[in-house]
């Protein structure tokens, strides 16, 4: 069945997400806020565009992109005036506060996305911008924002995460002894365009054999063994929103080593999602995993993070890593993914999608993680 759901998301309060950040403002010691980085400006004001920039101050926010664009931001565009620029947004949103600032007598600190600008970009930047105006770094400003997501976001998070699930019906109908990786690949990411996905979230992982031993062992030329595991790594968009999901197959009669394999990581992965609630650190979910791996002796072969944040980009704070202390709070949507992997052999890795909850978390993604033998 094919899944209708619109593409501009009208109901998104991005009103509220602007005002949110321009109370933000006078606490990062900033009088305006330059936003380039594109997912960014999409949360805060729908703009779906592969060009443009967002200028906010307590006067009013102003979205600059091309005349391609003129359209699409247009009727795209919620709770800002859109300027069509003859050269580059960036450029376009400086000489707009030129204009404004022509004495250069005032004094106007403007936040600048320091992490998602060139070095060229940001040098480009500050031979326009008019005296008076320091550009300062304004780390992960709006990152922050997005870290929690409202009913909204999660409700079109959840219809990510079970269009995705859906394709695992693909993947065991299609996985087999001497089937390419890639052909599986291929069918999945069919099946999501006929199912309604805008885009696949990243690159489908299909690792099969000793190849499952690759953390993001891409689906490759290499055809599927008579005998391993095949670690399965795939995700959707869907109305702007990522989905992240992974299940470990077996090809052939699963000995008891590979289930004692398995079931270590799954023990590991459940340890993580009980630790999930608010008011915990990311870091003490990572812990949770890590040391049921490190006590079937499996430690050193954990070689990644437990998870991260997902939304409108796949990866995006919080990192749920060894060492992060970022606290947990309801309406954080994040991955829980431990994985072990010995090199030249095979490796297994277990993920779900979570949301944060007033008292733990929900799982959303709804696949079985029995292991599936082929």
Known sequence: MIVSFVDKLDWMNYSARVSRVQAALPANKLDSLLVTHMPNI???CGFTGSSGALLISDRGTVVFTDGRYTAQARSEVHGAKVAIARKPPLLAAAEWMSKRNRTGRTKHTLGIEAEHLSVASRDRLLDVLPRGVRAKAALSLIE???MVKDADEIEVIRRAVNLAASLFDTVLKTARPGVKEMDV????????ARLGAEAMS??????????SALPHGRASQAVIPAEGFVVCDFGVILGGYCSDMTRSLYVGSANREAREFYQAVREAQQAGIDAVRPGITVGEVDRAARRVLKKAGLGKFFSHSTGHGVGLEIHEPPRVASGQTEVLQPGMTITIEPGAYIPGKWGVRIEDMVVVTTQACEVLTPTSKELQTL
């Not at 690949?185 to 999501?192: L, N, V």
């Not at 990243?202 to 190849?211: D, K, P, V, Y």
């Open 42 to 44: 999409r949360y805060l």
């Open 144 to 146: 922050s924002e997005r």
């Open 185 to 192: 690949a291929a069918e999945m990411q069919y099946t999501a």
């Open 202 to 211: 990243f690159e489908t992982i299909i690792a099969s054999g000793s190849r």
